[in-house]
């Protein structure tokens, strides 16, 4: 039997199967590992509303939602307020003016002990740490109250050594705070006074600013802070599949996934456009893959399908079914016929015919 009676079926049986593919339109979807997909079609326009809003705050913004990771530095301001201050405790090793109205030759200076107590002349000890000023100064009075008959006792702070305290007395002093700078560590982690081992990886700078506000009013109080991202990681993105210039690209700011795409010279003929896959990492370090149709979003504008791609995600442009189909064809032409060299052709007859 000639080969090429079978030539024409085959051919119309591919053309067949490429146009039956080709009617079908994906869906776009994001979803997690055992997890069924979430299709954004089938989204309530106020949801569709958000996610649009979310890719604009995300360029217009930027560091207001972009999720810190390990690499970067974060400035942090130091703002006193005033409105907030809590009385002043003592602490171990402060030193300590005593003042008697009634008797000055009791006056003297002395330093809190570490184990918080203080000497009174005559009087034996007495617990310091953790009274305020006015406290002390009541409780000193009181040990003297047989000798004098109203005894009058003043506590003055000389030297603040109380790392809490310190921490307040330097911000409390300048209109505009002082700044500190903090890396955050491989481990997520950054380190400020009197806030170590604070998480920040995976959190915008709004969330760690109030992270660490609620760390400073619990530990110091009279404190807040303000932070600002001073220096990102070297944050690549990784594109490939059927774009001119796959590899990794530098995102030194948020980008979208279909700036990406352009950033890597955009889509080949062969790209599939509208099946686009991001494999990405969430806040909470859980893979997860998202299929974005940027047909969609560049033909109808639905913003909320693309995303502002996460730092360290892998971008994938599949080729098209067309482009399956006839490299699927091609390979299977050349495994059958050019193993031994011999070129085959199609005319326009649907024959096929073997050059000699």
């Known amino acids: 039997m000639a ?133 002390l100064s009541a409780a000193v009075a009181r040990r003297y109250a047989d000798v004098a008959r109203t005894p009058v006792v003043t506590v003055i702070i000389r030297r603040f050594t109380t790392p809490t305290e310190d921490l ?16 955050v560590r491989p481990d997520g982690v950054v380190d400020l006074p009197l806030a170590q081992g604070v998480p920040a990886a995976g959190m915008t700078l709004n969330e760690l600013t109030a992270a660490l506000n609620a760390r400073y009013a619990r530990e ?18 990784f594109v490939f599949g059927e774009v001119r210039q796959a590899g990794a690209i530098p995102a030194p700011s948020p980008r979208t996934l279909l700036q990406l795409v352009a950033a890597a010279g955009g889509p080949m003929p062969t ?45 994938w442009v599949p080729p098209t079914q067309v482009a399956r189909v006839g490299r699927f064809v091609d390979q299977v032409i050349r495994q059958i016929f050019l193993f031994n060299g011999t070129s085959i052709s199609f005319n326009y007859g649907n024959t096929l015919r073997f050059p000699n």
């Open 220 to 237: 110091v109080g009279g404190v807040t802070v303000s932070a600002r991202l001073s220096q990102i990681a070297a944050n690549q993105i």
């Open 3 to 135: 080969l090429h009676r079978f030539a024409p079926v085959r051919f119309w049986c591919i053309a067949l199967a490429m146009l039956l593919v080709a009617c079908e339109t994906p869906r776009s979807f994001d979803r997690g590992i055992n997890e069924d997909p979430v299709y954004f079609d089938d989204a309530t326009p106020e949801q569709r509303e958000a996610a649009a809003r979310l890719v604009g705050d995300g360029l217009l913004r930027g560091s207001g939602t972009y999720r810190l990771q390990p690499g970067d530095r974060v400035e942090v301001f130091y703002h006193a307020d005033n409105q907030r201050l809590r009385p002043y405790r003592i602490g171990i090793g402060d030193e300590l003016e005593l003042d008697f109205d009634f008797n000055r030759d009791l006056n003297r200076q002395m330093m809190v002990r570490p184990d918080g107590m203080i000497s009174l002349p005559g009087k034996g000890e007495l617990r310091a740490i953790g009274l305020t000023p006015a406290d």
């Open 168 to 183: 307040a007395e330097v911000v409390r002093n300048g209109a505009d705070g002082r700044a500190r700078t903090a890396l």
């Open 271 to 315: 790209g599939a456009m509208d099946q686009v896959r991001v494999l990405y990492f969430d806040p909470a370090g859980r893979a997860r893959v998202r299929l974005v149709n940027l047909e969609r979003v560049m033909n109808d504008l639905a913003i909320e399908e693309d995303m502002v791609v996460p730092p360290n995600a892998t971008v």
